[in-house]
């Protein structure tokens, strides 16, 4: 059974992930402490579980924040992504039925998101997309590492200026690439995803060195 530090960490995780706590918020733990009904020793703790998947961080005198990714980050999230989704590609043949409606479901989601203009959540069924390709590979091991990077990279998604100008074209290429699997081309989906990946790193690393232009003023 999860402890009452394990259970806040992945309340607080959620939180993070699903954009409720842009990075660079300061986590206050008597605020925190007294909306989640925790003590704060809970909440430390909680913090060192969150530190560690490399969401927050503490800074001596100041306190916990949602961590604010740099160049370095961006860069190694997308290579180590591309590794994961990649396997998970290459191994859809043989996935389960079951793995291969995830992901057309995820992508529906977005659709359905997109619709009613909810860009948050379609950056959301975004993230459960990309998880749903390494799931293919039917390895709990890759899951779990692979979650840990999609929850960075919601971190991401926070440097943007614009969610919606961000997520559509990628959400058109998740279709995309979803129904090259459906229909067996597993070569064009890899494919397909690398470019996918390697332009949304782009994307990234240009809205993250001008919000850092930006910090720094002329």
């Known amino acids: 059974m999860a402890s009452t530090a394990q259970r806040t960490a992945d309340l607080l995780r959620r939180r993070i992930t699903q954009g409720a706590l842009?990075?660079?918020?300061?986590l206050s733990e008597e605020a925190l402490g007294e909306a989640m009904g925790v003590s704060r020793n809970t909440l430390r703790e909680a913090f060192?579980?969150?530190?560690?998947?490399?969401?927050?961080?503490?800074?001596?005198?100041?306190?916990?924040?949602?961590?604010?990714?740099?160049?370095?980050?961006?860069?190694?999230?997308?290579?180590?992504?591309?590794?994961?989704?990649?396997?998970?590609?290459?191994?859809?043949?043989?996935?389960?039925?079951?793995q291969l409606r995830a992901v057309a479901e995820a992508v529906e989601a977005g659709e359905a998101a997109a619709d009613a203009a909810d860009w948050g959540q379609v950056g959301t069924a975004d993230l459960r997309f990309h998880q749903a390709l390494g799931a293919l590979s039917c390895s709990s091991r890759i899951d779990t590492y692979l979650a840990g990077l999609l929850a960075e990279q919601r971190l991401a998604f926070a440097t943007m200026p614009s969610?919606?100008?961000?997520?559509?074209?990628?959400?058109?290429?998740?279709?995309?690439?979803?129904?090259?699997?459906?229909?067996?081309?597993?070569?064009?989906?890899?494919?397909a995803l690398h470019r996918y990946l390697e332009d949304a790193c782009r994307t990234v690393l240009d809205a993250l060195q001008l919000q850092l232009q930006l910090q720094e003023g002329p």
């Open 22 to 26: 842009a990075p660079g918020t300061r």
């Open 48 to 98: 060192r579980l969150l530190a560690h998947d490399r969401l927050v961080a503490h800074e001596p005198n100041r306190g916990v924040f949602v961590r604010r990714l740099e160049v370095a980050d961006i860069t190694d999230i997308y290579a180590v992504r591309t590794t994961l989704e990649s396997a998970g590609v290459r191994a859809s043949a043989t996935a389960p039925a079951g």
């Open 163 to 191: 969610q919606r100008l961000f997520h559509e074209p990628f959400l058109r290429r998740n279709r995309t690439i979803a129904d090259l699997l459906t229909a067996g081309r597993t070569t064009a989906a890899e494919d």
